[in-house]
């Protein structure tokens, strides 16, 4: 099979490479996180960026082995792992504080694999309120009581 790349699709072919890296564990500074698994597909794609005209992107250690460096980790790709990791931290928050406020309503300590509808109407008033919190106040009203519930 022959595939062809121009540059500018090479360069996204990188990025997305170190996108699917990073969420899969990897961490462009330090390659003993690579995972085992994705490693010779990696070298393969970062070993070609100096033939698709890509070498500023890439780089190799001592070991010959190839990486991406900090002009693709902190260009693009690195611009949406920032959003990413903000998006998914602020989800996560707004989620788990809504369903540990609907447990305590509840009397549970775990929620039912099949919300009812009136439980699933009260969760998403949770989520939205906290949302709005957030979006306003970011994290400076959010408190630790640390034994206690707040």
Request: hydrophobic residues 40%; charged residues 35%.
């Amino acid at each position: 099979m022959k595939v062809s790349f121009t540059t500018k699709e090479y360069t996204r072919l990188l990025e997305l490479a170190h996108l699917g890296l990073w969420v899969a564990g990897a961490r462009p500074e330090d390659p003993a996180t690579m995972p085992e698994r994705y490693a010779d597909v990696a070298q393969k794609i970062f070993g070609l960026a100096e033939i698709f005209g890509c070498a500023d992107l890439v780089e190799a250690d001592v070991n010959g082995q190839f990486f991406p460096n900090e002009k693709l980790t902190d260009g693009p790709a690195g611009e949406k792992i920032d959003r990413f990791v903000e998006d998914a931290f602020w989800s996560e928050l707004v989620n788990r504080l809504a369903e540990r406020d609907l447990r305590s309503e509840l009397g549970a300590t775990k929620l039912t694999e099949e919300l009812t509808d009136d439980e699933e109407e009260r969760l998403e008033a949770l989520e939205d309120n906290y949302w709005r919190e957030f979006e306003t106040k970011g994290v400076d009203h959010l408190m630790v009581l640390r034994g206690g519930k707040g």
